[in-house]
């Protein structure tokens, strides 16, 4: 396995030659995927205004480090949480959803704030920066239907609207291939392990975070600067007793 998809503590047993060996492999990969940031126009249709101030959408576009680190850096979302989506709740561990074979996706569970940023605004950064909806069950270097492009509406209204904005999106050919991004039946989602919550603000010089994903936090605040927000909000873990 390369070491770089190991968690932080296992890379201690390897030496400092396959570290490095290990990142220019990953970035021969990295390179030959596209994963850039698209400017895409905004939704067309959205969410019905309301009095509600907290609001959940959940989404899976890859390793989960990267989308959390992503809309942790957004305006008006309140906790971004990775885990697991898809399948059954004894299935939702890292290691055993790494086979590949229990329905989940990596995702996030992004909280905000309606009143702050909508439900269009929060697909429209999905699908502009955080991730590249033209890729099938994998996101650069990773590989497998736990990493399929996926949104999992809470409501009807979020279906819609999702539905919608697919369509519109592959209508306009904003896209280099058509998308591939599915709208599942939400049936619940389940927190990732500790170590995985906040992966992107805690370790930005971890190989894996500097090639794939930093540029991702760039791009948002490239395309989306009065959205972006340098201090990002974190997950606070059970760990931090605050959970």
Wanted: glycine residues 8%.
């Amino acid at each position: 396995m390369n070491p770089l998809f190991m968690k932080p503590g296992k890379i201690a047993r390897f030496g400092a030659l396959a570290i490095v060996m290990a990142a220019v492999a990953l970035w021969q990969r990295s390179a030959h995927s596209d994963e850039r940031a698209v400017a895409i126009p905004a939704p067309l249709q959205d969410e019905h205004a309301s009095n509600a101030h907290s609001e959940t959408a959940v989404v899976a576009g890859g390793c989960f480090w990267g989308v959390q680190g992503v809309f942790e850096h957004v305006r008006g979302v309140t906790q971004v949480a990775s885990g697991y989506t898809g399948g059954a709740a004894d299935t939702a561990q890292y290691e055993r959803v790494s086979d590949g074979d229990t329905g989940h996706a990596e995702s996030v569970s992004i909280t905000f704030d309606p009143a702050e940023i909508s439900y269009g605004k929060i697909l429209q950064i999905f699908f502009s920066v955080a991730h590249n909806p033209t890729e099938l069950d994998y996101q650069g270097p990773d590989h497998g239907t736990q990493y399929r492009s996926a949104i999992f509406p809470t409501n009807a209204q979020q279906r819609n609207v999702a539905q919608a904005y697919i369509a519109q999106l592959q209508g306009a050919h904003v896209f280099a291939g058509p998308i591939v991004t599915r709208v599942e039946t939400f049936k619940g989602f389940y927190n990732a392990e500790d170590y995985h919550q906040n992966f992107l603000v805690l370790h930005p010089d971890y190989p894996y975070i500097a090639i794939n994903d930093m540029p991702k936090v760039d791009a948002l605040k490239g395309l989306f600067p009065t959205l972006y927000r340098n201090k990002p909000v974190l997950f606070q873990t059970a760990a931090s007793g605050k959970s």
